[in-house]
């Protein structure tokens, strides 16, 4: 498969959601699953990761899943406010640039 940008992401899931009369949920219904979401995958990485084993009856989901769905959601949410999700990346990263310049040891990479 090739690379895809933000943009076709964002493109293709519009695409999807364009199809159904309901089109996008409001933002607070959007809000609403994604913070599911967010629990879905804090169980998965309780299970993989914490002191919680998974019950013999509980369905096999997956990190990588769980994390495909919050992404999923972000962009529904994006998309349905109009926000380029590659803007607000740059912006977010200007920020932690300069905001957080100094606020990590950083690893030497010169050689001694």
Not at 84 to 109: C, P, S, V
Request: aromatic fraction near 8%; hydrophobic fraction near 35%.
């Amino acid at each position: 498969m090739s690379e895809r940008t933000l943009k076709d992401i964002q493109q293709e899931v519009d695409t999807y959601i364009s199809q159904f009369k309901e089109g996008y949920f409001s933002p607070l219904a959007m809000l609403a699953r994604m913070s599911e979401e967010v629990g879905e995958l804090a169980r998965e990485v309780n299970h993989t990761y914490g002191e919680k084993p998974k019950k013999s009856t509980e369905a096999d989901n997956s990190i990588e899943l769980e994390l495909g769905d919050i992404l999923f959601i972000t962009i529904c949410f994006a998309n349905s406010l109009g926000i380029d999700l590659t803007e607000a990346h740059d912006k977010i990263m200007h920020k932690f640039n300069t905001r957080d310049a100094g606020r990590w040891t950083k690893i030497n990479t010169e050689s001694t």
